[in-house]
């Protein structure tokens, strides 16, 4: 069980690639490249003891969900043992996606 979960949908003009180097640069949390045989490349971040954020690019899995051809998901998971809330994390997520200029952020439904 999760004390928060929560997603947004975006869209950004650079890889993936381009996007971990922009987070990073960005700050203030690190950010890693993995590689799932369900989402294919992502990027995961635990920002602090509890909190994870990935984001994962469309099509791949996502696409037959229903969501759309191209763009990212951003996926935000705090766990009960954390002290973080859910503003917190949130605000500092949507700084970093306007500070690499996505676009088109939108709230959707947890998908994971």
Known sequence: MLKAYWAYDFTYDQPIE??????????P??????????YGD????WPME??????????????RMGFHKEGFTALLEIRPESMATQ???????????HAISATNIT????YD
């Open 29 to 38: 949390w690190r950010w890693g490249l993995g590689d799932s045989s369900t």
């Open 50 to 63: 509890h909190v994870r954020v990935r984001i994962h690019e469309y099509p791949q899995m996502l696409f």
């Open 87 to 97: 503003s917190e994390i949130d605000n500092v997520f949507r700084r970093l996606l």
């Open 107 to 110: 709230e959707i439904a947890p």
């Open 18 to 27: 381009a996007m971990l180097a922009a987070l990073n640069s960005a700050g």
């Open 42 to 45: 992502y990027l995961n971040c």
